[in-house]
């Protein structure tokens, strides 16, 4: 073994070494040489576990290359999500529109106008231009933006209801996920939860026998990842806000993902919309900017001026506020709002929930000969028609009609798991879904025949 560790070069032998000029040269003195250390162990690991020199001994240069190269490698890694689920969170939500790709490109590259206002070169406030743009679409006196929906809600509360009740109704206190959970917002924000109704009842009486001297707020959350079906009863908004202007108290509505146009023109499944609630009287409604809406991620509160007030004067807002990257995307999304007639085909979130099952069935049998080729020794594959998902806290039972590529086994030997390693090990791999012992690919989300075929025709 002694003999075997001599064997291996010293670490300033190999920097030395002319085959390790072009190494140094890209990744410099630092990177090499932390990498040429770890060689060096994994080298002892090896002959102490297998009394051999590792296969890669002959040539210390091209491994340290592959493996500098892989650490150069993005954690953020493109991906081709055929899950089925359009809005999916750990795969980035919304994907963003040209328009918003080209606004963030322009502030990251130059000095911008963010705080600043080239009429009077006076300080100006970072959310207002997007404010003017948000109060056209919604009908709002003004609006904050913040980090994402669930700041918002935190802002919300710890602004307006600091050591006071907030009244929620016992339907609506919800987990969302990623550990979003209304009884817990609602005590970090400082609040104490005035729970009202049943599970599955709750009437307005409710809510104004519950109010007292310690209110501050009523609150409503869309119930959006969850339904309850049945003996149900919910106050809707514009009764609610007509209970709290009686009482002098603001209402104020987690939508979650919300949508500025109606989706029923396009045969979705119909979201509440934040003008509507404007209009019911809400004082101020929160959304996020990468569910429905299609944006970057960030939470959009619009409402009542002089709460939209205190939220921007809160210490809470400079914590929680929009880098202007994500204040460019958002804006140049809005923008496209103002042209509702080509909002699906600008704006990607509404073009792939809007494509139509035929459209997409056509792709699946046009990829299929190629996919069958190469995957034909153990699998069956078929186009079959499944549901595609919102996702992202839009209701679950609301599914869109779909085709998917169905990898069916053809005996013990087909492994699904090692079918799906291989679509993820490709340069771009393909996230599908696993579902009675098949592999599901929904071509809802795939741009074009090229990503699911790429390395794969014979
Ligand atoms: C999604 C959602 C949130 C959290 O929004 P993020 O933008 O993910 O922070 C909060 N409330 C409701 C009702 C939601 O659907």
Redesign the pocket.
């Known amino acids: 073994m002694k003999t075997l560790f001599n064997q291996l070069p010293g670490i300033d032998a190999l920097l030395r070494d002319a085959r390790f000029a072009a190494l140094h040269q890209r990744y410099g003195t630092q990177q090499l040489t932390r990498q040429l250390r770890q060689l060096q162990a994994d080298a002892r690991a090896h002959i102490i576990q297998h009394q051999q020199l590792p296969d890669w001994h002959d040539d210390w240069a091209t491994e340290a290359a592959a493996r500098l190269t892989n650490q150069l490698k993005s954690a953020l890694l493109p991906v081709v999500n055929l899950t089925g689920t359009v809005l999916h969170t750990n795969l980035g939500r919304a994907r963003m529109s040209e328009a918003a790709v080209q606004a963030v490109n322009s502030v990251m590259r130059q000095p911008v106008t963010l705080e600043y206002s080239l009429d009077n070169a006076e300080r100006g406030h970072r959310d207002q231009a997007l404010a003017t743009l948000l109060c056209e679409l919604t009908g709002a006196e003004d609006a904050c933006i913040v980090n994402?929906?669930?700041?918002a809600?935190l802002l919300m509360l710890a602004a307006l209801a600091p050591g006071k009740g907030v009244v929620v109704s016992r339907g609506e206190l919800?987990e969302?996920g990623?550990a979003?959970r209304i009884p817990d917002v609602m005590r970090q924000a400082g609040c104490q939860l005035v729970e009202v109704g049943t599970t599955n009842r709750t009437h307005l009486k409710d809510y104004r026998q519950a109010i007292d001297d310690n209110t501050a707020l009523l609150m409503k959350?869309?119930t959006?990842?969850y339904q309850i079906e049945g003996f149900t009863h919910a106050v809707d908004e514009a009764e609610l806000a007509t209970l709290a202007q009686q009482q002098q108290l603001p209402l104020v509505v987690?939508?979650?993902?919300g949508s500025l146009i109606d989706l029923t023109q396009y045969g979705l499944p119909a979201e509440p919309m934040p003008q509507r609630l404007i209009a019911d009287g809400v004082s101020l409604v929160s959304f996020?900017?990468?569910?429905l809406l299609g944006g970057p991620?960030a939470?959009i509160v619009v409402g009542k001026r002089e709460l939209i007030a205190k939220l921007q004067q809160h210490p809470l807002k400079r914590a929680l506020r929009a880098d202007k990257m994500t204040l460019a995307a958002l804006e140049a999304t809005l923008q496209l709002y103002r042209h509702p007639e080509q909002l699906a085909a600008a704006l990607p979130t509404l073009r792939l929930l809007t494509r139509s099952q035929a459209d997409i069935a056509a792709q699946a049998h046009r990829v299929l000969p190629a996919l069958q080729q190469r995957f034909a020794a153990q699998w069956q594959l078929t186009v079959e028609s499944c549901w595609s998902q919102i996702g992202?806290?839009s209701l679950p039972v609301d599914r869109l009609p779909s085709a998917a590529i169905v990898f069916t086994p053809r005996d013990e030997s087909a492994s699904l798991s090692a079918l799906c390693a291989t679509l993820r090990e490709r340069d771009l791999p393909i996230i599908g879904r696993l579902q009675n012992g098949k592999l599901w690919l929904d071509l809802r989300c795939l741009d074009e025949d090229a990503q699911l075929l790429a390395g794969e025709s014979v």
């Open positions: 994402n929906n669930a700041a809600v919800v969302i990623g979003f959350v869309h959006s990842n987690d939508l979650g993902s996020s900017g990468d569910k991620q939470g992202s806290g």
